[in-house]
């Protein structure tokens, strides 16, 4: 099977199993695809939704039909012509007794075959497992803990609630316990005795604790602040033989052609990894979950052909957000919510706060360390583990970028650039008075480890930390607090970059095809905080910023009696308002009508859960661990109430403002979608996003997908006119039928999107930057794109149907040579032709030389 053409996102679990995965496999074959690219398909701990939190690596989740199942699939993809690429999850496995390995080191302890495939702390008392919901000693003295014949194994357990936990060999039969001959009296014995149910535990080579003690003193490495996830140790040689023995197989067998590695930051050498994993596969198509910061590339030595494309995202909707609304939206913005417009200064003090609270424990053991390694030298000794702390707080939060890559030969040059800066951001910035406590603390970074054990683990610890620092301060805190424009805010995306000028994007994808453009080019994944078509209908708003802000304050107005006076503040505050009616306006379905209560109420039911979900992200006045169910509930009253058909009249002027950015949001959404197929990069489709994807952030984004409709659509667009096309707009038929045409024409020209150049095309006259236009050449062959950008205004003025005619002076210089073919049929012989005329079907236009 060759490199993938085009790759179509399918998640498992939530009803898709390998059977009826299988049989969709003809329709994506019809589609145009030329690989499957699937979710994680191993043993995942029971009730799993997503199987990230795999339980077993070496075998294929009975939940989704095991073996057999997978054979069918597998015989369906071969059948239909079909390549496959698994998400593998290398970094972490469920803290789950479902998982054998997890399960004989809670058995054996340190002695389990299995005690080094995890990243524990073996010099710590005891594996810590906060679990409870309670403090231990609450939970021992209302008897919510028992020791009982667990009915799975028939061996004796601790179990609280559904829970059980096997003991040690020989832990149960101690003291007086071997007079006790019956199972039954001896386990009713030790419940009825605390005393001896306490003794008990604490023999074991774990212990219970309440789960609010996991971020300060978790004894393994979790994956971002998650404990219900252990760290795996794949740089080990047997781990990593052990973790990918399945998979490898399937590659060997020819059923896997690629491999997609999750959260590669979170390993302890992401480059070694790549280097073995490629020795062991021999594959080429190797993509990794990689987010990418702020003038960041993928390092060039790494074995692997690119990332799963959440830059390209970024940069399509940075192309469609209008640099000049910059200081109108944020003038709006701050004026209504009183919110801080300074970005930077926002993401220090979340970064701070996380890495101090959320992430406490894996703080304090990077303190430790450094403590260990100063007291070495007479030199460093007297720096105290206050001040130690500081500097590490202060160096990780100055970081740009998600983590470094300091190797076991020290740091590239790119690496010491990247800390030596976060250095003198530090300096800068006065939080460590001790400048010389600073310099140590990079000096663990910079300097070779030179054999000392503390170090090496120090450099890969501090590493494996930024990862799900950055993360979690900036895509899980900042991203729903900063809500200027919530198209900015995406999983890889810089909201305080407001908008991209032409030769920007130019340059871009100039530099993309010159690194070869094996990575993915994605716009919707199971991470991304909204659907790609709401994404593309919100960056109107950067057209339209004092429209908006008028409008916001105009619903504020007429909502008052619906906001609830609480404690403290009322509710929902106005930073929650304007976050919102974005999502609103980005959620509703284009197919769904005033008068469609069922589905007003749906809608509602929807944004309300987003809602909450949004603003415990935010930490503010809610949050997971602490949730604040006044101002949730009021909030989702708020909510509520508005679809009520008492509030009809406020909810008919929220749709007569969306419908006024609708016509630009769906040219926004064909330009995305013919650049995803054309620009260089391998075109990632998630699943059902065929046709219009108004989602909110996961688990709204995970519905299920109406396959059959899709069936039946792709059988009616083959030989539908793109005029007919566009007239079904508001069910999204334009979208499908473009994207049938263009799989089929990078079927037919494959070397030449795979291989084939970048290069800018001349627009001329009134409406020039308003148009995108490029060629892909290789050799004699060419493609020509146009699409139009930042056109709300002109669709207000002309409609959408009329949209073309706007652009009769602006006129698309072609390359010299053959007449070109747009996909609609039409030929073009003029090089220097009017885009109205390439437009008057659809708006926007592939041509291909004759």
């Known amino acids: 099977m060759s490199f993938p053409r085009a790759t179509y996102r399918l998640q498992f679990r939530d009803g898709m199993t390998f059977e009826r995965a299988a049989r969709i496999v003809p329709y994506l074959a019809d589609l145009g695809i030329s690989h499957l690219y699937a979710s994680p398909i191993f043993t995942a701990a029971p009730g799993s939704t997503h199987g990230y939190d795999v339980a077993d690596h070496q075998a294929l989740d009975p939940a989704l039909g095991g073996e057999e199942g997978f054979a069918r699939l597998a015989d369906a993809l071969k059948k239909h ?37 995890f990243d524990i702390d073996w010099e710590a008392p005891r594996l810590l497992l906060p679990i409870l919901g309670e403090p231990y000693g609450e939970a021992l003295k209302e008897g919510k803990l028992e020791v009982r014949i667990d009915e799975m194994t028939g061996e004796p357990v601790i179990g609280y609630y559904d829970l059980s936990l096997p003991l040690a060999p020989g832990s149960l039969a101690r003291g007086s316990e071997r007079e006790e001959a019956d199972w039954n009296e001896l386990l009713a014995g030790i419940n009825a005795d605390k005393d001896r149910l306490h003794q008990l535990h604490e023999a074991q080579a774990w212990c219970l604790a309440y789960w609010r003690l996991a971020r300060e003193a978790l004894t393994y490495r979790r994956f971002f602040e998650i404990a219900d996830l252990v760290g795996v140790r794949v740089e080990d040689a047997a781990v990593f033989a052990d973790v ?153 939060a100055a970081l740009p970028v998600y983590r470094t890559y300091v190797d076991r030969a020290g740091p590239s040059d790119e690496d010491r650039a990247l800390i030596e ?3 003198a951001q530090v300096e800068r910035g006065r939080a460590v008075e001790d400048d010389r406590v600073v310099a140590f603390v990079a000096s663990l970074l910079l300097e070779p480890a030179a054999g000392s054990k503390a170090r090496s683990t120090f450099i890969a610890r ?71 078509d709401a994404r593309a209908r919100l960056a109107v708003l950067s057209e339209m910023p004092s429209e908006w802000s008028s409008a916001v304050a105009r619903w504020h107005d007429a909502a008052s009696g619906l906001r609830q006076a609480l404690p403290d503040g009322p509710a929902p505050d106005p930073g929650a308002e304007w976050l919102f009616y974005q999502a609103l306006a980005g959620a509703w379905p284009a197919d769904l009508p005033m008068d469609d209560e069922v589905g007003l109420q749906a809608l509602s039911e929807r944004l309300a859960a987003f809602m909450t979900k949004a ?54 959404s064909l330009s995305q979608l013919v650049l ?42 083959g030989a539908m006119p793109a005029g007919a096309a566009m007239e079904r707009w508001r069910e999204g038929v334009p979208k499908l039928w473009l994207l049938e045409k263009l799989l089929l024409l990078r079927s037919e020209h494959a070397e030449l999107f795979a291989e084939g150049g970048y290069a800018p095309l001349e627009v001329s006259g009134d409406r020039a930057q308003n148009v995108l236009a490029f060629a892909r050449r290789q050799g004699r062959r060419r493609i020509v794109v146009a699409v139009p ?48 005329a390439l437009w008057s079907d659809i708006p926007v236009a592939v041509l291909m030389a004759e």
């Open 789 to 836: 950008r930042l056109v709300h205004r002109l669709t207000c003025e002309n409609g959408l149907s009329r949209l073309a005619e706007a652009f009769s002076q602006t006129r698309l210089h072609l390359p010299t040579g053959k007449p070109f073919t747009s996909l609609t049929g039409a030929r073009i012989k003029d090089h220097q032709t009017p885009l109205s």
């Open 244 to 396: 990918h023995q399945l998979p490898l197989r399937l590659v060997r067998e020819g059923i896997v052609d690629g491999l997609r590695i999750d959260h590669i930051d979170g390993l302890a050498d992401p480059k070694g990894y790549l280097t073995d994993l490629k020795n062991a596969s021999g594959l080429d198509c190797v993509l990794v979950e990689k987010i990418l910061g702020p003038g960041e590339s993928l390092r060039g030595d790494w074995a692997c052909a690119g990332t799963t494309g959440y830059e390209f995202a970024r940069l399509v909707t940075a192309l469609q957000v209008d640099p000049r609304g910059r200081e109108a939206m944020t003038a709006g913005w701050t004026a209504f919510t009183g919110d801080d417009p300074d970005f930077a200064r926002q993401a220090l003090i979340a970064k701070r706060r996380m890495l101090t609270v959320n992430l406490a424990g894996e703080l304090s053991a990077l303190v430790r360390l450094a403590e260990t390694i100063a007291a070495e030298d007479l030199a460093t000794r007297d720096f105290g583990p206050d001040a130690l702390r500081m500097a590490i707080v202060e160096i990780a």
């Open 676 to 717: 995803k197929l054309t620009l260089p990069g391998v075109p990632d489709i998630y699943q059902g996003r065929e046709l219009m994807d108004f989602s909110m952030v996961d688990p709204d984004n995970r519905r299920p997908v109406d396959f059959a409709l899709r069936e039946t659509l792709l059988q009616e667009v």
């Open 81 to 117: 012509g079909l390549g496959l690429i698994l998400d593998i999850v290398p970094n972490h496995m469920a803290v789950s007794t479902a998982n054998p390995w997890w399960r004989d080191v809670l058995k054996h302890g340190r002695d389990s075959a299995y005690a080094h495939h």
């Open 462 to 532: 501090f590493q494996q930390t930024t990862g799900p620092l950055m993360a979690k301060a900036m895509e899980d805190t900042v991203f729903y607090r900063y809500n200027r424009l919530i198209a900015l805010n995406e999983v890889g995306a810089e909201p305080d970059a407001f908008g991209m000028e032409l030769a920007a994007f130019h340059g871009a994808m100039q530099a993309r095809a010159a690194d070869g453009a094996h990575g993915l080019s994605a716009t919707a994944t199971h991470d991304t905080k909204r659907g790609e």
């Open 421 to 423: 800066g976060a250095v």
């Open 615 to 668: 603003l415990r992200e935010a930490k503010q006045r809610t949050s997971w661990t602490d949730p604040n169910a006044p101002f949730e509930a009021a909030v989702e009253a708020y909510v509520r109430h508005l679809f009520s058909p008492a509030r009809r009249a406020l909810l008919e002027d929220v749709r007569a403002v969306i419908a006024t950015l609708e016509p630009a949001g769906l040219v926004n």
